[in-house]
């Protein structure tokens, strides 16, 4: 989970975010609800804050399964833009949405007014995250949050594979 905090900011006042990995993106759900402040106060003081501020839940298919992005509303940010057409935040009803985009690693996916929270959930075992990461690590743009284990696997089972030709069949 990242959390897209005010000291942070420079001369912006927009948060953009990226997709984390290849894929395409298949529904959305926009899921109206609280505009609580995400800070570590809020964090715990208030159960279930992730999920009862609003939030726009994006399901991606990736060469890996499905990965879910969890865009989190917050105080004074209620505003959750998407580079895809689809429910303007913020939102009064839930409403699912059907797409067929193909975004790349690195692409926009949308921007924040002031910054808030993205949550990015994988199947277990796809992603590796990065070990130096540690609750309230102070994370910067290009900064590795982890990475697929698919590579790893794949050099795996090559590694453990024998190929035969044809030839050797017969």
């Known amino acids: 989970m990242a959390t897209f905090a005010p000291f942070t900011w420079r001369l912006t006042i927009t948060i953009e975010f990226t997709c984390p990995f290849a894929g395409q993106l298949e529904k959305t759900y926009a899921v109206p609800g609280a505009l609580f402040s995400v800070n570590g ?3 715990e003081g208030v159960e ?3 999920c009862r501020n609003e939030r726009l839940v994006c399901r991606f298919n990736t060469e890996f399964g499905p990965m879910l992005v969890v865009l989190v509303g917050a105080l004074i940010v209620a505003s959750i833009e998407t580079v895809w057409p689809g429910p303007r935040s913020p939102y009064k009803v839930e409403q699912y949405n059907d ?3 193909g975004l790349n690693r ?8 002031l910054g808030s929270t993205v949550i990015c959930c994988f199947p277990k075992g796809a992603v590796e995250l990065n070990p130096e990461l540690k609750v309230g690590s102070k994370i910067r743009l290009g900064e590795k949050f982890g990475q697929s284990t698919l590579r790893k696997y794949f050099k795996e089972v090559l590694e453990e594979s024998t190929f035969t030709t044809s030839k050797d069949i017969e």
């Open 106 to 113: 690195g692409d926009e996916i949308g921007r924040f007014l």
């Open 99 to 101: 797409h067929s985009i």
């Open 41 to 43: 106060a809020t964090e």
């Open 48 to 50: 279930g804050l992730f």
